[in-house]
């Protein structure tokens, strides 16, 4: 029960205090709250999965921890694309050179809502993990390459609590 504080505690920190300062907004940055915001949307989806079935408390606790941090980092990301004059979605073109934005869920989902209940919990954890990955891939990019304060405030924070909420989940799988 302690580590699922923990990691609940981490997921939900993951926007707080965070502002994006009138300062250098460059095109990683840009890239980084376009990718985290359709890459959140899908998390919304795996997590909602979780409602209609029988899991471990610690699953479900996790799951819908995981949904409010990232509503609540899409709220944030939106508002800073908004006033930055940006796009809300990613041009998929403009980002093929480095492999573009390869962040579909459509797989997971399908095969998660198919998944009967004695398997839902492991494969809704591997799914979840995956996703995490996703998000600290994403995060390390904006680490390199961003220049916003807030951007990068974000992603050091999803870095961190990312990367506790898959030791977190992989303790879950073995168990």
Same mark, same amino acid.
């Given at each position: 029960?302690?580590?699922?504080?923990?990691?609940?505690?981490?997921?939900?920190?993951?926007?707080?205090?965070? $502002?994006?300062?009138?300062?250098?907004?460059?095109?990683?940055?840009?890239?980084?709250?376009?990718?985290?915001?359709?890459?959140?949307?899908? =998390?919304?989806?795996?997590?909602?999965?979780?409602?209609?079935?029988? *899991?471990?408390?610690?699953?479900? /606790?996790?799951?819908?921890?995981?949904?409010?941090? /990232?509503?609540?980092?899409?709220?944030?990301?939106?508002?800073?694309?908004? $006033?930055?004059? /940006?796009? *809300?979605?990613?041009?998929?073109?403009?980002?093929?050179?480095?492999? =573009?934005?390869?962040?579909?869920?459509?797989?997971?989902?399908?095969?998660?809502?198919?998944?009967? %209940?004695? %398997?839902?919990?492991?494969?809704?954890?591997?799914?979840?993990?995956?996703?995490?990955?996703?998000?600290?891939?994403?995060?390390?990019?904006?680490?390199?390459? =961003?220049?916003?304060? =807030?951007?990068?405030?974000?992603?050091?924070?999803?870095?961190?609590?990312?990367?506790? $909420?898959?030791?977190?989940?992989?303790?879950?799988?073995?168990?």
């Amino acid at each position: 029960m302690r580590r699922l504080l923990i990691a609940v505690l981490l997921s939900c920190t993951a926007c707080a205090g965070v $502002q994006a300062e009138q300062a250098p907004v460059n095109a990683a940055d840009v890239m980084f709250l376009q990718m985290m915001v359709e890459h959140n949307k899908q =998390g919304h989806e795996l997590a909602r999965l979780a409602e209609n079935r029988e *899991l471990p408390a610690e699953v479900e /606790q996790l799951a819908a921890a995981m949904r409010v941090t /990232q509503e609540t980092e899409t709220s944030t990301m939106t508002t800073w694309l908004l $006033q930055w004059d /940006q796009p *809300l979605t990613l041009d998929q073109d403009a980002h093929h050179a480095h492999g =573009g934005a390869s962040i579909d869920a459509k797989k997971d989902l399908a095969r998660l809502r198919k998944a009967d %209940d004695a %398997d839902f919990s492991r494969e809704l954890l591997n799914a979840l993990i995956a996703h995490q990955d996703d998000a600290i891939q994403f995060a390390r990019y904006e680490k390199g390459s =961003g220049s916003n304060p =807030g951007a990068l405030d974000l992603a050091r924070q999803i870095d961190v609590a990312r990367s506790a $909420q898959i030791t977190y989940m992989l303790d879950l799988l073995d168990s």
